[in-house]
Structures are given as C-alpha cells and as structure tokens.
C-alpha cells in the first residue's frame, strides 16, 4: 500500500506570505526605476554671473531638443535655419531638411536673446576672439575660475572648433554635432579642449572698432617680424586699449605706421586692417 503524504491545509497567514514573495519582484523594479539617474539640468547653475550672461544661458535652454544643423543658425539674423552637407561628416546628409543649429550658431542665438541685437554672428573662431570678450580663460586654468555664460572652445589659436554655454557646476549645454539635438553635456577637458571666454552682453555695449579683410594676424609687438597671436578670419569687432606709431608696414596698396593694441588679445595690429582714418579718432596714444 502506498502512503500519500498529507498536506496541512494552507492558512490565512501562510496565504499572506505566499502572496508578499510574489509582489517581492515588483517592489525591486519599481525601486530601480526610482534610483535612475535624473536628466542633466539645464539651467544657472552656479552663483556670480552677469544678469546678461544668466540670461543667454536660459535662452539657450530653451533650445534643447532643437536639431543640430552643420551651418544652421547663420542666416540674415539669428535663429534656427536648415542646415548644409558637411563634406567631412556622413552623419550631416539630413542636415539640409533639419531646422537647428550649428555651434556658432546656438551661441549666437543665446547671446542676441540676452542682450537685445546680435552681438555673436560668425563662426565659432571669430566668437572666440570677438570683440566683446571681456576676460579669457586657458585649458590649464580647468573650471574654477568659469562663471554661467561663458563659452567654452576646442581647438587652437589657429582655429577654434567648437564652442558650446557653460552652466556652472561642471556642466554646458551645446550643439554638439550632426544626428545630435541641443542637449546638456559634462565639460570635456580632455583632447584639444583650448580654454573659454567671458561676454560683455550688456545691452548697447561693442567694440567700437572692426577688423577688415581675410585672415589678418595679430602680433606680439608692433611689428610683422614678431609672433604672431591670433587670425581674424573675417571682419571681427574689437576693442582697441590705445594706438601708437611703430613699424611702417604696406599692405593691401596702403601704407601706415600706426599700430593698435587689442586688450582682449593682448597683441597688436596695424591700423591697415582696422576700419578707420589711418590714425583712428578718438583713440588714445599708447604710453
């Protein structure tokens, strides 16, 4: 005869359990949803920036999600625009069917939001060394000296790259590259990652002054024979400290002693590729 072990009946205890230990993998997914990392904020980040430059920095957040566009945001005024086919880059194919921006052009959108006119147009080497830089930054300082506001730059003296808004607390939001949309990113320190600058957004503020003509160098001293420091690849707004006689140099069939030194560059550029008289108005001599 075969004896069959008998069960004892379950009781309401026992059911109670049973039911706990079948929730138990529930409450565990739940609990993983809950600890996943929130999306990057986008917003002031830290404390000390101008109103102007917290105000570029919110504009710019305004924008996440928006496209990138290689050569968008560049049109007659600022703003998101259909972009190009970037030669370089396979991933731009539908650059020319997606409104957004390009680097530059984020950037400048920003800063015509924050100081009421466009005070940024051009690429994002001609932003670097823009007139209305009032403070630089190098790669070797790292972060702690940056405010919100400013822009931070990869690549070189020669030529900037990539230009994106920092937010403060290690943080930027940036047009970073095509297939991409806006998006807040981490500061990347590494590779060739140049240093920042600092905007002078105020409302009715410039330069003053313009360069003129293509890829004109500045120089150490007031001379040609000197090193040279930056290129203007472009007309550029500037910031001339003071002028003074020094080495005549022609160029461009014009002929001129005069010198002007760039404060924001601490170098120098003869006053042929400065529009203007010869000696410029209203510009004092340099000690």
């Not at 000390?48 to 968008?72: D, F, H, I, M, P």
């Not at 981490?186 to 600058?197: E, H, M, P, S, T």
């Amino acid at each position: 005869m075969h004896h069959r072990t008998r069960h004892p009946p379950r009781t309401a205890a026992a059911l109670v359990a049973v039911l706990a230990l079948a929730a138990t993998p529930l409450t565990l997914v739940q609990a993983d949803a809950a600890d996943a990392p929130a999306p990057a904020a986008c917003d002031v980040l830290s404390p000390g920036a101008s109103a102007a430059a917290e105000k570029a920095v919110r504009a710019a957040c305004t924008q996440l999600g928006v496209w990138y566009s290689w050569g968008g945001g560049h049109g007659p005024q600022p703003g998101p625009t259909y972009g190009q086919v970037d030669p370089t880059d396979p991933d731009s194919s539908q650059d020319p069917y997606r409104k957004g921006f390009d680097c530059s052009g984020f950037v400048r959108w920003a800063y015509a939001q924050a100081a009421g006119q466009d005070i940024l147009d051009g690429n994002a080497h001609s932003q670097y060394n823009s007139g209305r830089v009032s403070a630089r930054f190098t790669a070797a300082q790292g972060l702690d000296p940056l405010l919100p506001g400013d822009l931070v730059v990869w690549g070189s003296a020669r030529k900037v790259h990539h230009i994106a808004v920092y937010l403060g607390a290690g943080k930027m939001v940036e047009a970073k590259e095509s297939g991409t949309k806006v998006m807040v990113s981490d500061v990347r320190l590494g590779g060739d990652y140049f240093g920042a600058v600092r905007i002078n957004a105020e409302p009715g503020q410039g330069g003053g002054h313009s360069t003129w003509g293509t890829d004109v160098w500045t120089h150490t001293e007031p001379s040609t024979t000197s090193p040279r420091v930056h290129k203007f690849t472009g007309p550029t707004a500037v910031r001339i400290e003071c002028q003074k006689h020094a080495q005549s140099v022609t160029a461009e069939g014009i002929t001129n002693d005069a010198w002007s030194y760039l404060p924001d560059h601490q170098s120098w550029i003869t006053n042929i590729y400065v529009k203007g008289p010869a000696w410029l108005d209203g510009v004092p001599t340099c000690p």
